[in-house]
């Protein structure tokens, strides 16, 4: 197919696509404990029912956790093998009042189609849809979709799952359709992510809660030296603080500081925090956060000095730097920086290794052509990207000749993990037409272009 008729092809095909994209949308297979993962087996189903209608050979897989969908076509004779990738699972809503919409009920508002995986990453499997429906009968390559089922869960059995299918999933280029471009208008291809270590640590200082009164003044409770030690986890200027994290510069693109505050959602008045380019502190830098603590709640906290509090920390890794390394370094801080001689206990949750793509060669020069043509002639940049995607570093481990293509279904003002989640449906026509060329365009590269 000519890339006219694949355009002529994929605008024919997005009405539908959108309209299964709304279905997979209403659908809350969410894959954190505690939520009802039937509803992640039915995410799963629908998923395979789409494949199927793609002619596809269909099996749903498991590896001790929640269900992953595979789906494959032959290659024609002497062609190479895509392995499209995206996920089916999405992110717990939170608090619904933040919501202007029901979040399993996708509505169209100004050009964006609003609804909790609407972009992270139901987006990402229906381009892959939207490219396979374009070409028909005509697939001019081979394909195999693996749709994960627990990624926003830290997808624990991922890996067991592709050893499990290596041989049935080895591929030539592999397309991971679960990352952003760099604005509306301008594509990306992503060529870096960070790693992530998160933890518990709890402080103690008291076998049980006393009275304000009677002890406060040469007691420390615990929540105030929990405050005074997560304050130690950064610089006065917003650096992290823990030695032994690895930090360095070298981002290729600006991020204006007028930009990022507005897609950022800062309030008025607060500054940044970090020092170097706004790019180095998002992608090549690490990061720490205080995701939760545990403590009595305002309304119902007693006049007493509480024993014990407990915070959840994230720590965002630079390329380059090993996760269980720095979780040692940030346990010996904590450790070392315990106010008032506090008991303090660090408890490991999970780890994902950052990664860096060499984004050169036949297969990455014709993602770029692809993308370039889907957007009317503007360069895709590459760019890093602030988040984590630990098993790109497990395809890179295990197929390690495959060109490994990171692209982009979210905009960033898609808000993907946060209240009133979005779709920029111009863009998304955009990645369908761009994910079908792309397809073409690996074919007439072939399997020496790897």
């Not at 505690?34 to 897989?61: N, P």
């Not at 919409?101 to 939207?130: C, N, Q, T, W």
């Not at 030539?172 to 933890?199: E, F, H, M, Q, Y």
Request: proline letters at 6%; glycine letters at 10%.
């Amino acid at each position: 197919m000519s890339e006219s008729e694949v355009r002529i092809a994929v605008e024919r095909e997005l009405p539908g696509v959108r309209a299964d994209l709304e279905r997979l949308v209403r659908i809350p297979g969410i894959a954190f404990e505690d939520f009802d993962h039937s509803h992640v087996e039915r995410s799963a189903e629908a998923v395979a029912e789409l494949l199927r209608g793609c002619d596809l050979d269909v099996r749903i897989v498991r590896s001790g956790g929640q269900p992953a969908v595979i789906g494959k076509k032959a290659a024609p004779p002497g062609a190479p093998t895509v392995l499209l990738y995206a996920h089916h699972d999405v992110q717990p809503v939170g608090d619904l009042t933040l919501w202007e919409s029901d979040p399993f009920e996708p509505v169209e508002r100004d050009g964006r189609l609003y609804g909790r995986g609407a972009a992270d990453d139901k987006a990402g499997i229906m381009a892959h849809v939207a490219a396979l429906r374009a070409y028909g009968d005509a697939l001019p390559v081979g394909v195999v979709l693996f749709i994960e089922g627990e990624e926003e869960y830290g997808s624990d059995s991922l890996e067991r799952l592709l050893a499990e299918h290596r041989d049935e999933i080895a591929s030539d280029v592999i397309v991971i359709a679960d990352s952003a471009n760099w604005d509306i208008g301008v594509p990306a291809l992503t060529t870096s992510l960070r790693g992530i270590v998160n933890c518990f640590v709890e402080v103690r200082t008291l076998d049980h809660a006393v009275h304000s009164g009677m002890f406060g003044g040469a007691v420390p409770d615990a929540l105030t030296a929990l405050a005074r030690l997560l304050a130690t986890l950064h610089t006065d200027a917003g650096d992290v603080a823990v030695d032994g994290l690895v930090a360095r510069e070298g981002a290729s693109v600006d991020y204006p500081e007028d930009r990022f505050r507005v897609e950022a959602g800062l309030a008025e008045g607060v500054s940044l925090i970090g020092t170097g380019r706004i790019t180095d502190r998002l992608w090549t830098k690490p990061a720490l956060a205080v995701l939760g603590i545990d403590a009595p709640a305002t309304g119902e906290a007693p006049n007493a000095l509480v024993p014990a509090a407990k915070a959840k920390l994230s720590v965002r890794l630079a390329p380059g730097d090993d996760p269980k390394r720095a979780y040692e370094a940030l346990r010996a801080h904590l450790e070392k920086h315990a106010p008032w001689g506090a008991q303090v206990r660090v408890i490991f949750e999970h780890d994902g290794d950052p990664c860096v793509i060499d984004a050169s060669g036949p297969m990455f020069d014709a993602a770029r052509s692809a993308f370039r043509t889907a957007w009317d002639g503007t360069d895709p940049v590459d760019l890093g990207i602030g988040g984590s995607i630990p098993f790109i570093a497990t395809f890179q481990e295990m197929f390690p000749r495959a060109a490994i293509l990171v692209t982009g279904v979210e905009d960033p003002q898609a808000r993907a993990h946060g209240p009133n989640e979005s779709l920029h449906l111009g863009e998304f026509a955009r990645v369908c037409l761009a994910e079908a060329l792309l397809l073409g365009k690996v074919a007439e590269a072939g399997v020496d272009g790897r």
